[in-house]
């Protein structure tokens, strides 16, 4: 079965502010910015910005398994967010997506945004021209298969899974590298 977005969550943009980001330790409000996420998509929540909202910011708050998809530039990529603390905004930049009410995981919903079929589809639908961007309506009539919740809990394993192995295997290539370079430099001493 397939779904539209906006039909298994709920969307809303995140908080863009009137002026400047200033970043200071004193404000109320940590702001998620694209800049912040790591390669592998977990977020440094130590290190973002704090700011005061120039407007309600309840609207805009972020919590433990909402999904982050990233609406304007070259990557229009979704993260799930984890370990979120209090206080914590996200950025205009994304689409907040709520799908837990719905029936739908939030790991399995960030997997779906990212697979090929579907980000061919979100660069059919994106606009602009120097900076591209996907409107939240047409982001929200995107269609995603949606399993049966056993089926979508099976496939996170399985993602978890090989999340581990790719870093157990970079792992064991900066262990090897580091082998080989003990080898060698041992041997040139000896030399």
């Not at 009137?18 to 290190?47: P, Y």
């Not at 433990?64 to 370990?83: C, M, P, Q």
């Not at 689409?95 to 919903?109: M, N, Q, T, W």
């Not at 290539?173 to 430099?185: G, N």
Request: charged share 25%; hydrophobic share 35%; glycine share 8%.
């Amino acid at each position: 079965m397939k779904a539209k977005i906006k039909k298994i969550s709920e969307i809303w943009v995140g908080y863009q502010p009137k002026g400047r980001i200033e970043h200071d330790a004193d404000n109320t409000h940590r702001l998620i910015q694209i800049k912040d996420f790591q390669d592998d998509g977990s977020i440094d929540f130590d290190s973002l910005s704090w700011i005061i909202p120039d407007r309600d910011p309840e609207r805009y708050q972020v919590q433990e398994g909402d999904v982050l998809f990233s609406a304007r530039g070259r990557y229009n990529t979704a993260y799930v967010l984890e370990g979120v603390p209090a206080h914590t905004l996200a950025g205009g930049n994304f689409f907040v997506v709520r799908s837990e009410r719905k029936g739908v995981l939030p790991g399995y919903l960030a997997w779906a945004l990212n697979q090929p079929v579907t980000q061919e589809e979100i660069k059919s639908r994106t606009m602009g021209t120097n900076i591209s961007y996907i409107s939240k309506k047409a982001f929200g009539d995107l269609e995603v298969p949606v399993p049966p919740l056993d089926v979508q809990r099976k496939i996170c394993d399985l993602i978890g899974l090989q999340q581990q192995e790719q870093g157990l295997l970079m792992q064991l290539a900066t262990k090897r590298e580091q082998l080989v370079q003990a080898v060698c430099y041992q041997a040139a001493k000896r030399g």
